[in-house]
């Protein structure tokens, strides 16, 4: 359940639109002549066994975990410990929480420092940490692409084929209900805008962009209203399910065979080992439908990147350490086997950490090589300053039209709106 996506931020965000997050409490840009010691907010399990590692090897440039809850407590803690004071020189931080850090003016621009390795990730996923400007706020710790995980025994029983489009997905579904009207093949969660946002990712949806301190806001762009609409006309009709997921009812559902589909993440295999063990070696991962067949493309759902902030003692010594954390094979294989990443750095995608598949997959041989192949081809993606507000719409508006079995693009408009109102509210220049 970690790796969900949470809220960016319960807090108003201050300071209108500047996005360039430059500071008179500028952190230092040399290597440390002395001894330095780091603080470091992370929630990552048994990161500090990674962080002992680099203790041990530099020991001039010693870094101090602390764990942290994540989501909008630790954005809040963040904020409030910046405006104190006692804002740590490193922290983990969800992309879709970067804007209102930077905004904040709690995060240092590390361009300089990490130009060497942006070729280490897919171009998708480091613009999450860029912001669309000529910045870098952060460096990408781990990902979250989009792929579909299927009741491979049950379509063999009703004869299904694995969708590759999204057309043959809402057919597959139509037929799941013929054929066996106890089953659904998927259902829509109005409970899980990151979910939403990672599958209009995939369409091509860009809901925020920065230029200069003008933000423009598309939310409800032609893809996002072409995704709600898809699924709001397959939950009107009765062909999939509507139930949240993440509730007693959705793991029962997994574990009797109602639900036999879930476009999900790569996270997705401890989900189902927690919440529906009985039909362990049942399952099968596949990529996301596309919605023009031939094409190869997904979206993100969930992540996180290690930023230095702007008091750091030591900007440099800070982005060695993050460079180090989230590149170097001796860490980022730790990450995997101790944290239960799924690592930003393309090489650790290939890496020896991840040659044996998921436990609860252990049949499918290719499960991380198939992975890495879709997780190359995840979305571009700017996140807003408010996301917060965006997802908060989302299970309003959207709640309200899955009740209704309403068309979702109205709902989509009125996320546009609500976005907007809070952003010009609290002092952005919206264009």
Not at 83 to 89: E, F, R, S, V, Y
Not at 364 to 392: E, M, R
């Amino acid at each position: 359940m970690r790796h969900r996506i949470a809220s960016a931020v319960g807090v108003l965000v201050l300071g209108a639109g500047l996005l360039a997050g430059c500071s008179s409490d500028t952190p230092e840009n040399t290597a440390p002549a002395g001894p330095v010691d780091l603080a470091f907010w992370t929630w990552v399990p048994n990161i500090d066994k990674v962080v002992a590692k680099w203790n041990a090897a530099n020991p001039n440039i010693h870094v101090t975990v602390s764990t942290q809850a994540q989501g909008d407590e630790l954005v809040t803690k963040l904020l409030t410990a910046a405006q104190g004071g006692g804002a740590p020189d490193l922290v983990q931080a969800e992309y879709q929480a970067l804007p209102t850090l930077v905004s904040n003016d709690v995060l240092a621009d590390i361009k300089n420092e990490t130009q060497s390795i942006k070729d280490k990730f897919s171009p998708g996923l480091w613009q999450q940490v860029t912001l669309g400007t000529d910045a870098v706020y952060a460096i990408p710790q781990d990902a979250g692409p989009m792929m579909l995980y299927y009741r491979k025994d049950v379509f063999t029983e009703l004869g299904l084929t694995v969708p590759k489009t999204w057309d043959e997905f809402a057919a597959t579904a139509r037929t799941v209900r013929t054929k066996a009207p106890n089953r659904f093949l998927t259902t829509f969660s109005s409970a899980d805008p990151g979910w939403f946002a990672g599958l209009s990712q995939q369409a091509g949806a860009q809901w925020w962009a920065i230029s200069g301190e003008t933000w423009q806001v598309t939310v409800n762009d032609a893809a996002t209203k072409k995704v709600a609409d898809y699924w709001g006309k397959l939950v009107a009709e009765g062909a999939i399910d509507d139930q949240p997921m993440y509730t007693p009812e959705w793991n029962k559902a997994l574990n009797d065979g109602t639900l036999i589909a879930w476009p999900s993440a790569i996270w997705g295999p401890g989900v189902l080992a927690g919440n529906a063990a009985a039909t362990k070696g049942k399952w099968a991962m596949a990529p996301l439908p596309q919605w023009t067949a031939g094409e190869s493309k997904t979206g993100n759902w969930g992540g996180s990147s290690t930023a230095v902030t702007t008091k750091a003692k030591n900007k440099a010594a800070a982005v060695q350490f993050a460079t180090w954390l989230n590149t170097s094979p001796e860490a980022t294989s730790m990450l995997v086997t101790d944290g239960g990443l799924y690592p930003a750095d393309k090489a650790a995608q290939a890496g020896p950490a991840l040659q044996k598949p998921p436990d609860f997959f252990a049949e499918q041989t290719d499960f991380y090589s198939l992975a890495k192949q879709i997780a190359d081809t995840a979305a571009g993606f700017i996140w807003g300053p408010n996301v917060n507000v965006t997802y908060s719409a989302y299970r309003d508006q959207i709640g309200k039209a899955v009740t209704q079995k309403s068309p979702f693009g109205p709902a989509v408009d009125q996320m546009q709106e609500i976005t907007i109102a809070d952003m010009r509210k609290n002092g952005f220049k919206v264009g």
